[in-house]
Nanobody, 122 residues
Framework: EVQLVESGGGLVQAGGSLRLSCAASGFSFDDYAITWFRQAPGLEREGVSCISNTDNITYYSEPVKGRFTISIDNAKNTVYLQMNSLKPEDTAIYYC???????????????WGQGTQVTVSS
């Protein structure tokens, strides 16, 4: 059974940091890409960052480039999203998701995690 379990969200002041974790089971990172999405109230879900062992690539959307870092710990079957220099506009529910390849396009997601709330206060 495929499972994605996010953790690490919370409340942080602007300029602070959080590290999100996505614990995965039931599939191999060598077969699929993992993408972090986020959804703020009233807005569409957007792709934030993606990592693919198969294609050996990482991807970051423009709003987070230079501030967020995605990584995989294959031994722990976990994908991390290190978020630094957080801004109030980063406030959203963050989801990890399985894709056949890094696209950042929500309709191309095979499986979603349940999400974790990130709130950045000004």
């Amino acid at each position: 059974e495929v499972q994605l379990v996010e953790s690490g969200g919370g409340l942080v002041q602007a300029g602070g940091s959080l590290r999100l974790s996505c614990a995965a089971s039931g599939f191999s990172f060598d077969d699929y890409a993992i993408t972090w999405f986020r959804q703020a109230p009233g807005l569409e879900r957007e792709g934030v960052s993606c990592i693919s062992n198969t294609d050996n690539i990482t991807y970051y959307s423009e709003p987070v480039k230079g501030r967020f870092t995605i990584s995989i710990d294959n031994a722990k079957n976990t994908v991390y999203l290190q978020m630094n220099s957080l801004k109030p506009e980063d406030t959203a529910i963050y989801y990890c998701a399985i894709q056949d390849y890094c696209s950042g396009y929500a309709p191309q997601v095979n499986y979603w995690g349940q999400g974790t709330q990130v709130t950045v206060s000004s």
